[in-house]
């Protein structure tokens, strides 16, 4: 029997982190809603550097709980490019709830940013063109 303890603990970790992450960016995003909304665009401009920093963050996330997956992967003996169901079917039953909810979060969460992202950008486009017009 393996230590499976550790490559879940390491899995959910990395999941977590992401989730965090994702997270900020959508409260960010939604401060520069507001923002833009206010034609602020000073304000708007140092949101812009937090959203860029936070889009890298978001990204090493990705790519550490990838690796998570892919050692979780190579620890159960399966491929490294396995589908996350197949990795949450070889750790015991009980952890199969967390850890689908886990990822289910994830996709859902990252939906919801690349949809915030499209939003903003066209309020972007729209409100700074307007107040770049007017003045």
């Known amino acids: 029997m393996m230590n499976t303890k550790v490559e879940w603990d390491q899995l959910v970790d990395a999941l977590r982190n992401e989730l965090q992450e994702k997270g900020d ?9 507001e923002i833009l909304y206010r034609s602020d665009t000073s304000e708007n401009e140092r949101l812009e550097e937090q959203i ?9 996330c ?18 490294e490019d396995v589908q996350s169901s197949e990795v949450i079917r ?5 952890v199969h709830p967390l850890l ?7 996709d ?3 939906n919801r940013m690349q949809e915030r992202l499209r939003q903003n ?4 486009e729209r409100f700074l063109f307007e107040t770049s ?3």
Request: proline share 2%.
């Open 121 to 124: 950008q066209g309020l972007k």
């Open 25 to 33: 960016l959508i409260r960010l995003l939604n401060q520069q809603t």
């Open 100 to 106: 689908e909810a886990l990822f289910s979060e994830v």
């Open 133 to 135: 017009s007017t003045v």
């Open 90 to 94: 070889s750790f015991p039953e009980y």
């Open 62 to 79: 990705t790519q550490g709980r990838e690796l998570a997956l892919r050692q979780t992967a190579s620890r159960f003996d399966l491929n």
């Open 52 to 60: 860029r920093v936070q889009l890298r963050l978001i990204s090493r």
């Open 108 to 110: 859902r969460l990252s």
